[in-house]
């Protein structure tokens, strides 16, 4: 249990004794359900302090800050940060909205209807490739050097409000770099990259991944629930089994947005092109083994779509 904290029959005597009380959930979530008479200012914001500033007459004024449910560290974060800031004399309400409504503490609501969280239905989803991106980072002893590969298509399964399966194929003739910004240099690196020195793309103008596996991480969010990917990575042809954390959360709208950072060993997939474990003396042409790909997808559920 946080320290400084006082319980909701507490809260009734310090209201009394002139206390007030900040919201530090979102305005929507504000606007969809908070104590009558507390004032908000998010925590997750970067104008919080600004905010507190607004709608506390003074820094001796008796503080008692509340989140959503007092399991989190939401509300003990702002309290934190008010202390920082010269407020003395700050409190958290334990068990947050919660607590009040089951207290019986008289709630107000901004919107007709409370906000509806969003949750990852069971079907078929579409990858949005005009809206999904793969970045890829590759390094060396004296520059790093970044680019985009075109996501040509791909799916997403949601069996049981989890993830089941996907794929995600891309196009590798599509290959980019965005960091050189002399012209010589970028069609060069580019050319490179493509060439059979990296990614022979002439013989393999795809690659892809195969997700067979997901194990969701205990205690994370449900609003993005993050976890490890496991399936199977293919390039140049060469199919080799990868496993890296990845979020997936869904969206209001019914779609979903996923993230994922991974780190591979190309060597592993003959992309051996001056790898200091396969040649010697590279001297300038030394390039490290390690690729990080990181993938931005939003996918979208195809209508009347069941697993």
């Keep these: 249990m946080a320290m400084h904290t006082i319980t909701c029959n507490e809260l009734a005597e310090r209201l009394a004794a002139g206390a007030l009380v900040i919201d530090v959930m979102t305005p929507e979530d504000y606007a969809a359900g908070h104590l009558a008479g507390a004032q908000n200012a998010c925590i997750y914001e970067m104008v919080f302090l600004d905010r507190i500033a607004e709608c506390v007459p003074g820094r001796t004024t008796e503080l008692v800050l509340y989140d959503a449910s007092g399991t989190r560290l939401t509300a003990e974060s702002g309290r934190e940060r008010l202390v920082q800031a010269g407020y003395p ?12 409504r089951s207290a019986g503490f008289p709630i107000e609501a901004n919107e007709p209807a409370a906000a509806t969280e969003a949750k990852l239905l069971d079907g078929v989803y579409q990858v949005d490739v005009g809206k999904s991106t793969l970045e890829w980072i590759g390094r060396n002893l004296n ?13 997403i399964v949601i069996t049981g409000g989890r993830l089941s399966a996907g794929n995600i194929v891309l196009d590798m003739n599509s290959v980019n770099n965005l960091d050189l910004q002399d012209p010589g240099w ?12 990296f990614f022979a793309v002439e013989r393999f ?8 596996g997901w194990q969701e991480k205990e205690g994370g969010s449900p609003e ?28 209001s709208d019914g779609s979903i947005k996923a993230h994922a950072i991974l780190d591979i060993d190309r060597t592993l997939w003959d992309v051996g092109y001056g790898s200091g474990r396969l040649y010697e003396r590279l001297g300038m042409h ?9 993938m931005f997808i939003l996918a979208g559920r195809k209508p009347d779509s069941v697993t």
């Excluded at 103008?205 to 067979?212: C, E, I, K, R, V």
């Design 89 to 100: 004399n700050v409190s958290v309400l334990e068990g947050g909205l919660a607590a009040l």
């Design 143 to 155: 520059n790093r050097h970044r680019g985009l590969i075109v996501i040509k298509n791909g799916g």
């Design 186 to 197: 970028h069609d060069l690196l580019v050319r490179h990259l493509k060439s059979e020195d």
């Design 205 to 212: 103008p795809t690659a892809s991944f195969s997700l067979t």
């Design 224 to 251: 993005a629930p993050d976890g490890v990917a496991t399936g199977d990575l293919t390039i140049r042809g060469i199919i080799r089994p990868v496993s890296f954390p990845a979020i997936v959360a869904p969206q």
């Design 286 to 294: 030394l390039v490290h083994d390690i690729i990080s790909l990181e």
